[in-house]
């Protein structure tokens, strides 16, 4: 028994001459009845009849044999039940016409999921989407060892497919249903965004090339089974559920001001070191520990204002 993809090896006839020559027993057989049938005199003619009958059928059914395959496209032939192999040779052919000939296609295909609601690692709802190109590279797998088309028509709208009704194949659907498996498992291994003091090495939002990566590894290890591979993978939607977005967008707001201002103040603070320093070697003043500090904060509160500084002139001494 066959377990696995093979080349069919059974006859396989040039198209064209096999057409022609079908045509031509065609009306070869109706003319010879219908000359038969006008002679209908002694036992002879009615076995001729009989005999031309018979050709006229097979000719008929012969014509069920012919099949034409366009690049990348394959037909699995079955015989009464038996996988006897699998046909990708391009142009235009005739076999046996009880040959059951399931059309496969091997060209890449695009799968553009609408994003889903998950909770990522952190326990936060968002909404992530993806894309994938894929393939079948087995087409024995692909037709023989998956069966997970729904049975009845009308929408589904279970792991997030919609509009899926009986006439589409088995392993498109299976497709569709462990891409969305593999999503949302990826997204619930990872966290959104590095939050608070969870500062995480790997992130949805930051992963990049390399959650693409991860979530291609992912549906490779799934789709196997069906004989297809995942040529690329990518997540194109990422954004927080809408029930909890405006929370977010403040808190990615404060975490922003928060980071600004230790960048404001590190500088604030090299600066007037610098401005010391600068004082000290040059000699242009000798500041006592009380000055620096007045000094010190005078320039803090120039350099870390929002606003610009008011000048004040100062007609006394720093001591009233």
Sequence with gaps: MKTKEEKFSGVKLPGIPAFVFNIILLFASIILLIKLAADMSGLQSGIFIVADSLLFVFSIISFGGFMQIEPNEARVMIFFGK???????????????????????????????????????????????????WKVVDTYKASFDIDSAPRATGTVTTAGVDKVNEKMKSYEYFVKVQSDAALRMVAGMYAYDNSGDDRERLTLRSG??????????????????????????????????????????????????????????????????????????????????EKKAAMVSNLLVVLCGEEHAQPIINTGTLYN
């Design 83 to 133: 996988y006897e192999g699998t046909v990708k040779e391009n142009g235009f052919f005739w076999v046996n016409p009880f040959y059951a000939k399931k059309k496969l296609t091997l060209r890449a295909r695009n799968l553009d999921a609408e994003p889903i609601k998950v909770n990522d690692k952190n326990g936060n709802p968002i909404m992530i989407g993806q894309v994938i190109v």
């Design 208 to 289: 990049g090339e390399e959650m693409n990566e991860i979530l291609e590894n992912q549906l490779n290890e799934r789709l196997a089974l069906a004989g297809i591979v995942v040529v690329e993978a990518r997540i194109n939607y990422l954004a927080y559920a809408p029930e909890i977005a405006a929370v977010m967008l403040r808190r990615q707001q404060a975490d922003a001001i928060i980071a600004a201002r230790e960048r404001i103040v590190d500088g604030a603070v090299g600066m007037v070191k610098h401005a010391l320093d600068k004082l000290s070697e040059d000699g242009i003043i000798e500041l006592d520990d």
